[in-house]
């Protein structure tokens, strides 16, 4: 039976989304894992969107809290309001509740991606302050550190993403994910994958 990843996120302008898309590249790139994508409900009206000049949604579907528990391993990818992830997905953390009676996450690896407006908008308080989700879930917080090598340490280029995660820098929403953001998510899709099988095959 094929290992399940969920990619779970809540993308504006589409910059977390292209992230999500690449780590489920590198989930799959791991033998006998099945990784799929998913977004989160949007909360805000379509008319102040059309004021945000966000883009129309992907067609990617909709998660509803309870489907989380089908997945074996799961990453959770949101833009950065104020430090902290994006209203929309806190939302949907909001009606976990039953989840968390039920005790259904517990051990379940999960890491963090994310997006921000610039390099003082919250690259690390963002998961920092996300960390606390899978814990009082109970999972396995499985972040990168530094083993993706001397990119971590580029310096010749903004680069966002940090030893929590992969990540990027939306600036005005013009700015797109650069060669190093996208390889930088396709490495965390294949560690947490890898993680995930690990744990499934010894349970």
């Known amino acids: 039976m094929a290992v399940k990843v969920y990619i779970v996120y809540y993308s504006m302008y589409g910059h977390v989304e292209q992230l999500a898309r690449q780590i489920k590249r590198g989930a799959e790139s791991v033998q006998g894992v099945e990784a799929k994508l998913w977004q989160v409900p949007e909360t805000l009206p379509n008319g102040v969107l059309h004021k945000l000049n966000a883009p129309p949604k992907s067609d990617v579907p909709i998660i509803e809290p309870d489907m989380l528990n089908g997945a074996d391993g799961l990453i959770f990818g949101f833009p950065t309001r104020f430090g902290m992830m994006a209203a929309q997905f806190?939302?949907?953390?909001?009606?976990?509740?039953?989840?968390?009676?039920?005790?259904?996450?517990?051990?379940?690896?999960?890491?963090?991606?994310?997006?921000?407006?610039?390099?003082?908008?919250?690259?690390?308080?963002?998961?920092?302050?996300?960390?606390?989700?899978?814990?009082?879930?109970?999972?396995?917080?499985?972040?990168?550190?530094?083993?993706?090598?001397?990119?971590?340490?580029?310096?010749?280029?903004?680069?966002?993403?940090?030893?929590?995660?992969?990540?990027?820098?939306?600036?005005?929403?013009?700015?797109?994910?650069?060669?190093?953001?996208?390889?930088?998510?396709?490495?965390?899709?294949?560690?947490?994958a890898t993680i995930t099988k690990k744990l499934k095959d010894a349970a």
């Open 90 to 192: 806190m939302d949907f953390l909001d009606k976990t509740g039953p989840l968390w009676l039920q005790q259904d996450l517990v051990g379940k690896p999960a890491g963090l991606f994310y997006s921000t407006g610039s390099q003082g908008g919250g690259q690390e308080t963002t998961p920092l302050t996300a960390i606390t989700m899978l814990a009082h879930h109970g999972m396995i917080y499985v972040p990168i550190g530094y083993t993706f090598g001397h990119c971590m340490f580029e310096m010749e280029e903004v680069k966002g993403g940090s030893p929590y995660g992969a990540g990027t820098y939306a600036g005005d929403g013009t700015r797109q994910v650069s060669e190093i953001e996208l390889l930088q998510a396709f490495y965390q899709g294949n560690i947490l």
